[in-house]
């Protein structure tokens, strides 16, 4: 059983692999295409049998998933951004759980009132996972994303706990109002506290006990499951935790980890995530063909008309909470200083349109007990989980699709930063070599003459500096990115063949092997230092 389910997951990562060279190519996000995907391949034999666990994707998956798009989340846009990120993690996903529990409650015979707020608590949250994949495809302003990117991060929170208290209202059919209330606030405050006292905990490890690179990388996978488990433990949001955890270390990383530890917790922490996306987003696909089978023939049709009629109320409605929230922010700027008193109507257009559903509404979903305490079955779960599979569906592949379409169709422009993206790097390079120009003459004017190898660091600086007031002088993106792609090209083939070399000198007894890895681990760095200085966003 083992062994065969094994070879199940190693054929899906095969396929995930697959999948996501091939929309490199063709320019779509990997999660709508795993989606698809996964449909047809939930009727293969050879792959039935495979289960999604809720308890799998909420303890195993969920937090370092969250982590890892906290840890990559700007603090500065964040904060910049806090009110319309709050109004919408919290607020709207409160206004939209309500508006599903109502629709649902009058459009399905049979649904209640605390079944619709299940419901509603469950496909009220846009992912952050498929918002940041997507939004990778396209151009769009700096503050989008991070909006975007915040609300998704901090909406999980809010959902779960109206869907917490939604589902024990349909097990115990009592509800309090005042009390649900109260704990909802408690649930949210202590989450966020139990997730900084947790960060707190391990940025006094990483800063002040003898760690290694190894060891940083090693407690940054422990740090989101402790946060989120000791949050849990205690009945407080374990999302939060993760969240306001994860956004305190990412703006302490500069102090509390060695540079050895960021360059590597870099690239294993991408791929990590890389692969635990790809199978949560396969799975959805996987796991379709069995809710259809479980609502058995003569539901589905009904079924399909209601998830088709909802997944429009949710759009229509996250449409509307963006305009509203654009014409309250007009209205308060008169009173308070806002980050945009004018937001116009392109960007709350775009950011209505960027409500993708995913992991979490998933996770939600299958968490649905199939009993309820009496015994009896729990009323309405499969056509709440057709519902839920649908919306994340239907969301993924239109909305997902058609939004780089409505980004060029809209235009919309960056107002937050001067100049171009090129612009600003080049501003920054010339401040960091004026510094260090400064700081050769002003502090070791007496060792540039006698020290070769500081006088040629002085004069690249010195190369550098020419190099931008060329660049300023001729006032053309097009001459200056010309010149740039010479330059790559010209240090790529000396790198190829310097490579080349040292695998040559490998071969001879007389080198050391060690020498050699370290020499091109070095050529490594520098070329990802080169990609890094000429890529543009």
């Known amino acids: 059983m083992l062994h065969h389910l094994i070879i199940q997951c190693t054929c899906l990562l095969l396929v995930i692999l697959s999948v996501v060279m091939l929309g490199q190519k063709i320019k779509i996000a990997y999660p709508i295409l795993l989606v698809l995907i996964g449909l047809p391949l939930g009727f293969v034999p050879f792959l039935k049998g495979i289960e999604i666990n809720p308890d799998l994707i909420f303890v195993i998956f969920l937090p370092p998933l969250l982590y890892e798009s906290a840890w990559n989340t700007s603090w500065k846009d964040f904060w910049k951004w806090r009110r319309i990120i709050s109004s919408f993690a919290f607020l709207i996903v409160i206004l939209t759980s309500c508006l599903i529990a109502f629709v649902s409650n009058s459009l399905i015979a049979g649904f209640t009132l605390p079944l619709g707020f299940l419901l ?76 900084l006292a947790v960060g707190l905990i391990f940025y006094t490890i990483h800063r002040w006990l003898p760690t290694t690179a190894n060891i940083d990388i090693i407690l940054t996978f422990i740090t989101p499951y402790v946060m989120y488990m000791a949050a849990e433990e205690f009945h407080f949001s374990g999302v939060l935790a993760v969240v306001s955890g994860g956004l305190f270390l990412s703006s302490q990383r500069q102090v509390i980890l060695s540079y050895r530890s960021r360059l590597q917790g870099v690239n294993v922490w991408e791929t990590v995530a ?98 309820l305490p009496s015994g009896a079955a729990f009323p309405q779960r499969n056509l709440i989980l057709f519902i839920t599979f649908v919306v994340i569906i239907f969301t993924l592949v239109v909305q ?132 890094q200085h000429f890529e543009v966003v």
């Open 274 to 371: 890389f692969v635990l996306n790809g199978f949560v987003f396969i799975l959805i696909g996987l796991e379709f063909p069995v809710i259809i089978k479980a609502l058995g023939p003569e539901g589905v049709k009904p079924a399909i008309n209601y998830s088709l009629i909802i997944t429009g109320v949710l759009i229509l409605a996250r449409l509307a909470s963006t305009y509203g929230a654009t014409i309250f922010t007009v209205f308060i700027s008169r009173y308070i200083t806002t980050a945009d008193p004018s937001p116009g109507w392109k960007g709350p257009l775009l950011l209505g349109w960027t409500g993708m559903r995913g992991v979490v509404s998933l996770a939600a979903a299958l968490s649905i007990p199939e009993l």
């Open 120 to 195: 509603g608590g469950i496909i009220s949250p846009p992912d952050a996972v498929s918002a940041s994949n997507i939004l990778k495809n396209v151009k769009v302003p700096k503050r989008f994303v991070a909006i975007v990117e915040g609300e998704s991060l901090m909406n999980d929170a809010s959902s779960l706990v109206i869907f917490r208290f939604a589902l024990a209202a349909v097990l115990t059919g009592k509800f309090a109002f005042g009390q649900a209330a109260l704990s909802f606030v408690l649930v949210i405050v202590m989450g966020i506290v139990i997730g």
């Open 400 to 531: 997902g699709l058609t939004l780089p379409i409505l980004v060029k169709l809209v235009n919309l422009p960056d107002r937050d930063y001067t100049g171009s993206h090129e612009q600003q790097k080049q501003l920054v390079r010339k401040k960091l070599s004026k510094l260090a120009l400064q700081i050769l003459e002003d502090k070791y004017a007496d060792r540039l003459d006698g020290n070769d190898m500081i006088k040629a660091f002085r004069l690249r600086l010195s190369a550098d500096m020419e190099l931008l007031k060329d660049w300023e002088k001729d006032n053309s993106e097009q001459r200056a990115s010309e010149f740039y792609h010479d330059y790559r090209m010209i240090l790529n083939d000396v790198m190829a063949q310097q490579r080349d070399l040292l695998l040559n000198l490998n071969k001879k007894e007389n080198i050391s092997d060690e020498i050699v890895k370290q020499q091109l681990d070095l050529l490594d760095l520098e070329e990802e230092k080169l990609r």
